[in-house]
Every structure is written in structure tokens, then in C-alpha cells.
């Protein structure tokens, strides 16, 4: 069964330091997201990709966050320079049509120190 | 704005006792209804939907109807197993489609012991 796939399972990293978090999303799925888990609260909804442009984002995905699909396959999130609030559990989805399921990738643990 | 509001956990249980987790929401027209799970190391399943007021999703003996006049999605299980121990994810996408954003409830974590 097809699945997502998100490198690296764990990234620690010193505050200030700029990050990529890639994903690997299902071969034939067009619209692609990421969300974030801070330890013990809620997963939040970052940033969502579709026809190699942003389609949505929040409030959460200012000028330091920014995605791409550089080559077909991967979607990676970048983050310029990492703050300590930014550690976290990352999750990157993809989806293949806005009316079915998104499927989930496991997640890359963020510690920024 | 859209939010999701589950029960607060950790739930810890006895195998074959009855489980209840509570979901509400808060969404303009009818947005759709999501179950996710999430086991230990990995990402988020699936678990079951509704797209619909008073549809039933129904999945591995788990249950949910989608409620609107209580705005609610309760996760129900008959008897449950040791292996159903995980992080259940309530959440929701509204009714206007725009990009599909999901927005989750806390979590719930099920712990479910021999």
C-alpha cells in the first residue's frame, strides 16, 4: 500500500540554524500540507500546496517557514532560522482530491536547542 | 472560527470494557467529521468518516455518528483490545473546500491494558 514518507524520523538542531524536513507524498496525489504537534497540544494545520503554489496558509507559517517541491517528488519545509518554540512534531499529508482522506506521513521529531 | 474540543485524556481501560471518547465541534453549514489514530512511531490512519448530519462511520468495531444538532462526533467502541492503545485525533474539514484543511481536537490517548 502506497504511503507518505517523511526524513528525518528526529532532527535536533542549535536555535538560529536553518532546517528542511522532507516529505515524500503518494506518486499520484495533488495536493500536498504540513501540520505540527507541539508537545502536548493540538495538531495544527501550517501550510497547504497544490499546483506548485500555496493554496492556504496560517498564521503559524510567517516568513521564516517555506515549502517546495523541487523535483516531483519530495515536498520539503524549510525554516530559516529556527527558534525554540518551533520544536515539535512535524507531519507532512498529501491528498489525492479535495474530497477524499489526506494520508499522513510518521512524522519528524524537531528538538531545536 | 473552526475548532474541535475532545475529552480530556489519558483514558486507560480494561480489555473488552466499553469504550466513549467525546467530540464537539464548532464550524459553520456542515463541515466533515474524521477520526485519526495515530499508533506509537507512527503517523496518522484514518480511522473513520462522515461526510454528512446522522451518517455512521464505522471501522475495526469503532463507531461515530455525525451529530448536528449536538455538534458532536463521539468515538465509541464495544470491547476493546490491547492492540487499540494509541492517540485518537478528532477532527474536522469544512463544508467549503478550499484547500481541505483539517483542524484537530488535543488527542486522546487510549491505553488499554490485559
Known amino acids: 500500500e502506497p504511503e507518505v514518507t517523511q526524513t528525518p524520523s528526529h532532527q535536533v538542531t542549535q536555535m538560529g540554524q536553518e532546517v528542511i524536513l522532507r516529505c515524500v507524498p503518494i506518486?499520484?496525489?495533488?495536493?500536498f500540507y504540513w501540520y505540527r504537534q507541539i508537545l502536548g497540544q493540538k495538531v495544527e494545520f501550517l501550510v497547504s500546496?497544490?499546483?506548485?503554489?500555496?493554496?492556504?496558509k496560517s498564521e503559524i507559517f510567517d516568513d521564516q517557514f517555506s515549502v517546495e517541491r523541487p523535483d516531483g517528488s519530495n515536498f520539503t519545509l524549510k525554516i530559516r532560522s529556527t527558534k525554540l518554540e518551533d520544536s515539535a512534531m512535524y507531519f507532512c499529508?498529501?491528498?489525492?482530491?479535495?474530497?477524499?482522506?489526506?494520508?499522513f506521513g510518521p512524522g519528524t521529531r524537531l528538538t531545536v536547542l | 472560527g473552526n475548532s474541535v474540543t475532545q475529552m480530556e485524556g489519558p483514558v486507560t481501560l480494561s480489555e473488552e470494557a466499553f469504550l466513549t471518547i467525546n467530540c464537539t465541534y464548532t464550524?459553520?453549514?456542515?463541515?466533515?467529521l474524521f477520526w485519526y489514530v495515530q499508533y506509537p512511531g507512527e503517523g496518522l490512519q484514518l480511522l473513520l468518516k462522515?461526510?454528512?448530519?446522522?451518517d455512521k462511520g464505522s471501522n475495526k468495531g469503532f463507531e461515530a455518528t455525525y451529530r448536528k444538532e449536538t455538534t458532536s462526533f463521539h468515538l465509541e467502541k464495544g470491547s476493546v483490545q490491547v492492540s487499540d492503545s494509541a492517540v485518537y485525533f478528532c477532527?474536522?474539514?469544512?463544508?467549503?473546500?478550499?484547500?481541505?484543511?483539517?483542524?484537530f481536537g488535543e488527542g486522546t490517548q487510549l491505553t488499554v491494558n490485559p
Open positions: 499529508a498529501s491528498l489525492r482530491d479535495a474530497y477524499n482522506e489526506q494520508f
Open positions: 506518486s499520484n496525489h495533488l495536493y
Open positions: 500546496f497544490y499546483n506548485n503554489e500555496i493554496s492556504e
Open positions: 477532527a474536522l474539514r469544512p463544508q467549503e473546500t478550499s484547500g481541505s484543511r483539517l483542524t
Open positions: 464550524a459553520t453549514g456542515y463541515p466533515s
Open positions: 462522515a461526510t454528512k448530519a446522522d
